[in-house]
């Protein structure tokens, strides 16, 4: 595969490529979700007329794009049958010049300016803010569609998982109402000095599934426990948080209790509603 290839050569001080061209390589193997899903559909498929009972929007990282996750659409259901009810979404980012690889453009949600990405890295406020413009669009989309904007939930990886965060708990102007759920893997908090204002944190009660690796070496892994703190501190108490013996990348047990998560939380009424049907027919 591509990351095997990128471990088993020399060392990067050693390689011999112009540094832009070797930066905008490397970011593209190790911020793109391992080749095996290369393959897999650009998309996910029509609803052909059937109204689903929720959506899942799930934003690519780095130098990826919509086929790199699309086969969550496959994987999920079979880890959780109702998450067949879903529809899901996988948006393509913009291309945009990327710091790190001496502006190079290339499939980005906003610029990145350190590598690797520390706690404390500057923030590309207005391309993050233009990245959660694009998911707002998308979620107009599906609830013209029908879909309530509180049966939807916001994920992505890496990069796409920092701006699923935005999109769920950053307080805009107007406010958005809060989505289902927001799932962040391998991903960090950015805007923070924004989000520990007073009021700069919105709708803390959607619940947060939040995975990282433990040897990730990309998106360092004090990220995770710096970002669970500082939404726990400023009012988010729904979340899971696993960590995983794994670099920047995805883990099967992941995937596992990703499905379990969004299985509880985007059907976690209609278990309600059951449980009082059936007790006011006793």
């Known amino acids: 595969s591509l990351l095997l290839a990128c471990t088993m050569v020399k060392p990067i001080v050693e390689w011999t490529l112009p540094r832009s061209i070797l930066h905008c390589a490397v970011v593209l193997l190790l911020f793109s979700h391992n080749s095996s899903t290369v393959a897999m559909a650009m998309s996910a498929a029509a609803s052909q007329g059937t109204k689903k009972a929720g959506a899942l929007i799930f934003l690519h990282g780095l130098g990826d794009g919509p086929w790199g996750w699309s086969s969550l659409q496959q994987q999920l259901p079979r880890l959780q049958p109702r998450l067949s009810q879903l529809e899901y979404v996988f948006p393509q980012s913009p ?140 009012g988010v108490s729904n979340l899971e948080y696993p960590t995983f013996a794994m670099g920047h990348e995805s883990h099967p047990q992941e995937l596992q209790q990703l499905a379990d998560f969004l299985d509880k939380t985007m059907f976690e009424s209609d278990d309600n509603s059951d449980k009082k049907k059936s007790s006011d027919e006793l």
């Open 95 to 234: 291309e945009v010049p990327i710091s790190i690889n001496g502006g190079a453009r290339m499939p980005g949600w906003f610029d990145i300016f350190e590598w690797p990405i520390q706690v404390g890295d500057p923030d590309d406020k207005v391309g993050k803010l233009k990245a959660v413009q694009q998911v707002e669009e998308e979620i107009a989309k599906l609830t013209a569609q029908g879909i309530p904007r509180d049966k939807i939930a916001i994920g992505g990886f890496s990069q796409g998982g920092a701006i699923a965060l935005l999109t769920a708990y950053y307080n805009s102007s107007p406010p958005r109402p809060p989505l289902a759920a927001c799932v962040c893997l391998s991903g960090w908090l950015t805007l923070t000095k924004e989000l520990q204002q007073p009021n700069g944190l919105a709708n803390a009660n959607t619940p947060l599934f939040w995975a990282h690796g433990q040897y990730d070496d990309k998106v360092v892994f004090a990220q995770h426990a710096f970002g669970i703190e500082t939404l726990s501190h400023a």
